[in-house]
Nanobody
């Protein structure tokens, strides 16, 4: 089992930055990912990182603006978000995959946090 707790969300102006954190406990030898869900929309993939941290993959909509990283010694996963815009407004979820390799499909993830709200004002 894996337990995930996100933090770091909030209200930010367009063009600003936020860093989300995800504290993981349990069997954390897995790839990790961030997803987001805006009101009235499906939950969508944002970024993923392999267990080793050596491989990352991003959705086109955030590539070049967001950076995913992890600290396995502290069981933490981060999402640094820069140049935020109104389209980034959503609840952001941390997720733990079944395996160690990067994955962008929801069905590859078996454990989810409760989510943290990110609101970008224009």
């Amino acid at each position: 089992q894996v337990q995930l707790v996100e933090s770091g969300g909030g209200l930010v102006q367009a063009g600003g930055s936020l860093r989300l954190s995800c504290a993981a406990s349990g069997r954390t030898f897995r790839a990790m990912g961030w997803f987001r869900q805006a009101p009235g929309k499906e939950r969508e993939f944002v970024a993923t990182i392999s267990w080793s941290g050596g491989t990352t993959y991003y959705a086109d909509s955030v590539k070049g603006r967001f950076t995913i990283s992890r600290d396995n010694a502290k069981n933490l996963v981060y999402l640094q978000m820069n140049s935020l815009n109104a389209e980034d407004t959503a609840v952001y979820y941390c997720a733990a995959a079944y395996g160690m390799a990067v994955a962008d499909a929801r069905e590859k993830y078996g454990y989810w946090g409760q989510g943290t709200q990110v609101t970008v004002s224009s």
